[in-house]
């Protein structure tokens, strides 16, 4: 079991930027794809990113094509979500989480019941 662990949330105007990261312990990482995912208040999660365990290949929202960016670090365990351009839309709280599938290369899944070992999460404001 790997506990994950996001931080650099926090209230940012429209068009600023935010620097997420999700840091794991516990358990075996750099083997499992991982994906962000985020709920905005009274709505469903949705899937916001993924990215392969070698960190390859990556797949992302429309909404968030262009303006964010998933990448990794193996050596430090660490999953980051870069996001630019940030819109009203984006206010959510981030999680990120681990592919149940190991080795995943492509063929993200979208679907968070495909992803387990979840972070609390993060909360990202945008104001406008």
């Known amino acids: 079991q790997v506990q994950l662990v996001e931080s650099g949330g926090g209230l940012v105007q429209t068009g600023g930027s935010l620097r997420l990261s999700c840091t794991a312990s516990?358990?075996?990482?750099?083997?499992?794809?991982m994906a962000w995912f985020r709920q905005a208040s009274g709505k469903e999660r949705e899937f916001v990113a993924a990215i392969s365990w070698t960190g390859g290949s990556t797949a992302y929202r429309d909404a968030v094509k262009g303006r964010f960016t998933i990448s990794r670090d193996n050596a430090k365990n660490t999953v980051y979500l870069q996001m630019n351009s940030l819109k009203p839309e984006d206010t959510a709280i981030y999680s990120c989480?681990?592919?149940?599938?190991?080795?995943?290369?492509?063929?993200?899944?979208?679907?968070?019941?495909?992803?387990?070992?979840w972070g609390q999460g993060t909360q990202v404001t945008v104001s406008s």
């Open positions: 516990g358990g075996t990482f750099n083997r499992y794809g």
């Open positions: 989480a681990r592919d149940r599938t190991l080795w995943r290369s492509s063929n993200f899944s979208p679907s968070p019941y495909e992803y387990d070992n």
